[in-house]
């Protein structure tokens, strides 16, 4: 990773404006909304802001009051938002949420946006390789034809790139009568890559994660995520390291992948053991599992530390609940001995 450059972590990518039913039932029904934002780059810059490390946000939002309220928001977590570009002719995305008895389902109003006109023309390069690590995910490259050819560009091995991290983040929805080959050849050009067991069954027909490894041998690290079991960590020539994920009461499970990757490369970052990339990033997804929006407040940096440096016997014991990150985290959360 360069270690001249002006941020640890650029994340680029559409973020969108959220709305939340104030009360659970449908859509039809409801007449009153949450307002919030989400969107799976910015997530993770927000994450990563929120923990002390230099990010930036690269996107694309219209020139509207939703756009506004995006990069407001963004901005207000730590993110350096300078390089986010107002569209006049496009709006910004939004989608709805609507909680049912067998899950949380996700409505999208983003045909058309502005972020979706990113282009390796209107996308400024210096921004983007600004960073110690470019983060990018698959979401990106459904969006537009445009957005495609800048993802296939950002993920080209070349001489003096930032390193790339790449969650797979893939949507059925935004894939149909697409090939979703694309999302392999765009992982393989990486250097650190996120995948769910499941994700890659969706995408690829590959079972299990010593298969996705079979798959997918180039990126140097390769995370699978076994969903509540925990996930695996490969790397060149060396076995995978699992890591069992921690037992939550989950209030809503939409932006935990976010918040793993952001824990994974948090301490990327500072140099830790895989097996602990992997229990920093289990301890984020905790945060956003246990609230309803797609941003949960990270724990505090010494309770983190703690859970982390956990024996096998004390972490399998533990279970979080809603508002275990507040700001008595630490009275909270009773580490089992």
Not at 77 to 89: C, E, K, N
Not at 198 to 207: L, T
Request: aromatic share 6%.
């Amino acid at each position: 990773m360069p270690t001249a450059a002006r941020f640890d972590v650029v994340c680029l990518g559409e973020s969108m404006v959220t709305f939340v039913p104030g009360r659970p039932g449908r859509l039809s029904e409801a007449s009153v909304f949450h307002r919030g934002i989400g969107g799976a780059e910015s997530n993770v810059a927000c994450y990563l802001a929120r923990t002390g490390h230099r990010v930036r946000w690269i996107s694309r939002v219209g020139a509207d009051g939703f756009g506004d309220h995006l990069v407001a928001e963004i901005a207000a977590a730590g993110v350096d938002v300078g390089a986010v570009r107002q569209d006049p002719a496009r709006p910004t995305g939004v989608y709805f949420k609507e909680p049912r008895p067998e899950g949380t389902a996700v409505l999208y109003y983003r045909a058309g946006s502005a972020a979706a006109a990113m282009s390796r023309e209107n996308v400024d390069e210096a921004a983007v390789g600004s960073g110690r690590l470019l983060h990018l995910s698959g979401i990106t490259a459904a969006l537009s034809a445009s957005c495609r050819e800048l993802m296939t560009a950002l993920t080209r091995r070349s001489p003096g790139r930032p390193a790339v991290s790449f969650d797979v983040n893939f949507r059925p929805a935004l894939w149909r009568s697409r090939d979703t080959g694309l999302l392999a050849e765009l992982a393989r050009g990486c250097d650190i890559v996120f995948v769910g067991e499941d994700e890659a069954a969706a995408a690829w027909g590959v079972r299990g994660a010593d298969a996705v490894r079979a798959a997918l041998p180039e990126p140097a690290v390769l995370v699978v995520k076994q969903g509540d079991r925990g996930a695996t960590v490969y790397r060149a020539g060396q076995e995978g390291v699992f890591a069992p994920a921690l037992a939550v009461d989950v209030v809503e499970p939409i932006g935990a992948g976010d918040a793993f990757a952001a824990g994974f490369l948090a301490a990327t970052l500072a140099g830790r053991p895989d097996a602990e990339r992997l229990r920093y990033g289990h301890v984020m997804a905790a945060a956003a599992l246990t609230v309803a929006g797609d941003l949960g407040p990270p724990p505090p940096g010494p309770v983190a530390d703690a859970l982390v440096a956990l024996d096998a016997r004390a972490w399998g014991r533990l279970r979080l609940g809603p508002g275990w990150t507040g700001d008595r985290a630490v009275r909270q959360v009773e580490v089992p001995r």
